[in-house]
T-cell receptor, first 113, second 112 residues
């Protein structure tokens, strides 16, 4: 069985603050893929990043950065200098090599002006 | 290039009825997955199709079924609807697993 835990249900920050969304996963598979998605109020999930289990290199994309640590089974997501447009629900997900996907419960991020 | 298209966007059905939802993936994408999103259960994986074959199935009763056509379009069917089936149903497509999935806007199903 696999599991994805996003312990933070809701986070509220003021614009320009940095914020980190936590994601912890469990799986017995040695090959797996981790994702982050953003779901704005419109409902459509927007793909942000994919990481495979063999690639622990951290990644930065503009104001977004991801920290993948296999030793702690974590794949955390940081937004630097948050903006109001970052307000959304963010989901962390794990997909095994067999294709079974599990999503976390999501973290609702509110960025206030 | 066109995104993932789901129709209809909204649907209201009565308990006991059946419903069919449609998903047109991005051109060239052969993998289509379906998810159910509810406030209480979050996002749950329903099934995945690739080249007209179901490759994976989540833990849903047999009332939930799907299929994929030769043009990769997919349909999802729910029979004997229950109030608890009210949810946002999301479809996602990718070239193949486990590329990043592109999601559609979903179909909001309300069962009354």
């Amino acid at each position: 069985a696999q599991k994805v835990t996003q312990a933070q249900t809701e986070i509220s920050v003021v614009e320009k603050e940095d914020v980190t969304l936590d994601c912890v996963y469990e799986t017995r598979d040695t090959t797996y893929y981790l994702f982050w998605y953003k779901q704005p109020p419109s409902g459509e999930l927007v793909f942000l990043i994919r990481r495979n289990s063999f690639d622990e290199q951290n990644e930065i994309s503009g104001r977004y950065s991801w920290n993948f640590q296999k030793s702690t089974s974590s794949f955390n997501f940081t937004i630097t200098a948050s903006q109001v447009v970052d307000s959304a629900v963010y989901f962390c997900a794990l997909t095994t090599n067999a294709g079974k996907s599990t999503f976390g419960d999501g973290t609702t991020l509110t960025v206030k002006p | 290039k066109a995104g993932v298209t789901q129709t209809p966007r909204y649907l209201i059905k009565t308990r006991g009825q059946q419903v069919t939802l449609s998903c047109s993936p991005i051109s060239g994408h052969r993998s289509v997955s379906w998810y159910q999103q509810t406030p209480g259960q979050g996002l749950q994986f329903l099934f995945e199709y690739f080249s007209e074959t179901q490759r994976n199935k989540g833990n849903f009763p047999g009332r939930f079924s799907g299929r994929q056509f030769s043009n990769s379009r997919s349909e999802m069917n729910v029979s004997t609807l229950e109030l608890g089936d009210s949810a946002l149903y999301l479809c996602a497509s990718s070239l193949d697993r486990p590329s990043g999935y592109t999601f559609g806007s979903g179909t909001r199903l309300t069962v009354v």
